[in-house]
């Protein structure tokens, strides 16, 4: 994917955690990505291996119908399995260069850095994305950490030339201010995941994002 075509994907991005589904997670997926939702991730920590492919599959062939990426959190040995479109990585996960070497060019590689040496280098060590964040503090991802708020989330942003996607406490209220800060997109898990209309949440933060980036 060229960087336009990610900064076109990461405009919103639902990190689909079947934590926080209440039902089944293939059912919250179409009913997000009718609504709007631009890329996926599947974060699905608390799964073993086995239970994570089989909720990847279908996911896979969803979002390849849709035309939508589908990335994985933390695994790039089940995303090349699942023959997903990418990974995401975090700082304690394999490093930037051996998954570029291993995935080779066309695999989508996203990390989140926690340092401002980790978001200049991220590009040379083999990153096409970024995730910042929290940008407002968020309760569904225990390790986080603290909110860096809008100011420090501009700051880091401006690092790096590659796309970024700001995640963290973020709604329909505050999307546009994660925008203007700098993001090319929002990622989001209960914005849309615990609303009682996933389509219509997502609908809702598709509209935000769309103006705020027009804006």
Not at 171 to 189: K, L, M, R, T
């Amino acid at each position: 994917m060229t960087p336009d075509a990610i900064r076109a994907a990461l405009r919103l991005y639902l990190v689909l955690d079947p934590d926080f589904v209440d039902g089944a997670p293939v059912e919250a997926l179409r009913a997000a990505l009718a609504g709007g939702v631009t890329m996926v991730q599947l974060r699905a920590k608390g799964r073993t291996d086995r239970e994570t492919l089989a909720l990847g599959r279908p996911m896979r062939a969803i979002c390849g119908d849709a035309g939508i990426p589908l990335v994985i959190n933390d695994r790039l040995d089940l995303g090349l399995a699942l023959g997903a479109d990418g990974v995401h990585l975090g700082v304690d996960d394999l490093p930037l260069e051996d998954a570029r070497r291993l995935a080779g060019p066309g695999f989508l590689i996203g990390y989140s850095p926690e340092t401002d040496d980790g978001a200049r280098g991220a590009a040379e060590r083999g990153a096409d994305y970024l995730g910042i964040g929290p940008v407002f503090g968020t309760a569904t991802k225990a390790d986080a950490g603290a909110a860096l708020g809008l100011a420090e989330f501009g700051r880091r942003r401006a690092l790096t030339a590659l796309p970024v996607v700001a995640i963290g406490g973020i709604g329909v209220a505050n999307a546009s201010e994660a925008i203007a800060a700098g993001a090319d997109g929002v990622a989001v898990v209960s914005a849309i995941l615990r609303a009682s209309d996933p389509r219509t949440a997502a609908q809702a933060l598709a509209g935000a994002v769309a103006t705020a980036l027009r804006a």
